[in-house]
């Protein structure tokens, strides 16, 4: 008896510690998880905090603080040029090429992860290859066909090469997802007489979503962040989108800076909103394919 209460005496310290040391190793990562989110964040709390401010209190503020005479006059001068035909162009412009690279990518991931046979092989590895062109290495071929064509200046002239150069990396995280739903599945709905269509309306599309708005996601911030199209494929004023236009407005209101923040924070509202909804199919999306 006097052996065994030793032992359990023994014992209960060691397990009093082991507690404490893993509720100090889950506190490191998070406590640098809070340091790199205030990191991350403070640029936009930044850019909000200096919109607010008058120009005259631009010099004379401390960055970091509040405005002490918060305003919303520069977002009203940002309104007044043109800021909204330059929102209105960029969302017909990211609309319409998301649209396209989804519709087109969901297609090829089902006939590359579903249809085995060389064909699909050959057409997977010419998706793979698109990955390795750099953009700006195409951009004269890209000029000299939409010339070609006829389009030059017009939103459509961005909407072509977008579609072009988001399609690969698209395919590639729809392949890896569904590539993970079970065969089972699969395989009795075309025993129940399904086709093909069937099955990518009624089973792909459902457990494909985290992919699909993962994909969204990053194709949006793409084209809405896109600014080498715009520069070299458009001209006219009334077919600018925001990071042309921004770009302009720099130079514009060069000494206006709560102004210019203003516009980029408006233009970034959108993404931001996207991600913060977003977010758990974004992490779920990149993750798929890890599982196996």
Same mark, same amino acid.
């Given at each position: *008896?006097q052996?065994?209460?030793?032992?359990?005496?023994?014992?209960?310290p060691?397990?009093?510690?082991l507690?404490?040391w893993?509720?100090?190793?889950?506190?490191?990562? !998070?406590?640098?998880?809070?340091i790199?989110?205030?990191?991350?964040?403070?640029?936009?709390?930044?850019?909000? *905090?200096?919109?607010l401010?008058?120009?005259?209190?631009?010099?004379?503020d401390?960055?970091?603080?509040?405005?002490?005479?918060?305003?919303?006059?520069n977002?009203g001068t !940002?309104?007044?040029?043109?800021?909204?035909?330059?929102?209105a162009?960029?969302?017909?412009?990211?609309?319409?090429?998301v649209?396209?690279?989804?519709?087109?990518?969901?297609?090829?991931?089902y006939?590359?992860?579903?249809?085995?046979?060389?064909?699909?092989?050959?057409?997977?590895?010419l998706?793979?290859?698109g990955?390795?062109?750099?953009?700006?290495?195409?951009?004269?071929?890209?000029?000299?066909?939409?010339?070609? *064509?006829?389009?030059?200046?017009?939103?459509?002239?961005?909407?072509?090469p977008?579609?072009?150069?988001g399609?690969?990396?698209?395919?590639?995280v729809l392949?890896?997802y569904?590539r993970?739903?079970?065969?089972?599945?699969?395989?009795? *709905?075309?025993?129940d007489?399904?086709?093909?269509?069937?099955i990518?309306?009624?089973l792909?599309?459902?457990?494909?979503?985290?992919?699909?708005?993962t994909?969204?996601?990053?194709?949006?911030?793409?084209?809405?962040?896109?600014?080498?199209?715009?520069?070299?494929?458009?001209?006219?004023?009334s077919?600018r989108?925001?990071?042309?236009?921004?770009?302009?407005?720099?130079?514009?209101?060069?000494?206006?800076?709560? !102004?210019?923040?203003?516009?980029?924070?408006?233009?970034?509202?959108?993404?931001?909103?996207?991600?913060?909804f977003g977010?758990?199919?974004?992490?779920?999306?990149?993750?798929?394919g890890?599982?196996?």
């Open positions: *008896m052996i065994h209460t030793t032992a359990v005496e023994t014992a209960q060691v397990e009093q510690r507690p404490r893993s509720r100090l190793w889950e506190a490191i990562p !998070a406590f640098f998880g809070l790199w989110l205030v990191i991350a964040f403070f640029p936009i709390l930044y850019m909000f *905090m200096t919109s401010r008058p120009q005259t209190d631009f010099f004379t401390v960055p970091w603080l509040p405005p002490t005479h918060p305003t919303l006059a977002y !940002a309104l007044q040029n043109d800021f909204g035909l330059y929102f162009n960029s969302v017909f412009v990211t609309v319409i090429s649209l396209l690279i989804i519709a087109v990518s969901l297609l090829a991931a006939a590359i992860s579903r249809i085995r046979n060389r064909f699909t092989r050959a057409l997977f590895n998706f793979l290859l990955l390795a062109i750099p953009l700006q290495a195409t951009i004269i071929p890209i000029y000299a066909l939409i010339t070609q *064509m006829h389009l030059y200046d017009t939103l459509f002239a961005l909407i072509l977008s579609v072009a150069f399609i690969p990396l698209s395919v590639l392949v890896t569904i993970d739903i079970p065969n089972e599945l699969h395989e009795s *709905m075309l025993l007489g399904a086709g093909h269509f069937r990518l309306r009624s792909v599309l459902p457990l494909s979503r985290p992919a699909l708005i994909v969204i996601i990053y194709e949006t911030i793409q084209i809405w962040n896109g600014f080498l199209f715009p520069l070299v494929l458009t001209q006219s004023p077919v989108v925001l990071p042309l236009a921004l770009w302009n407005f720099q130079g514009q209101f060069t000494t206006n800076v709560p !102004a210019i923040l203003a516009a980029v924070f408006l233009s970034a509202t959108p993404i931001i909103l996207l991600y913060i977010r758990r199919q974004l992490l779920s999306g990149l993750m798929a890890f599982s196996k």
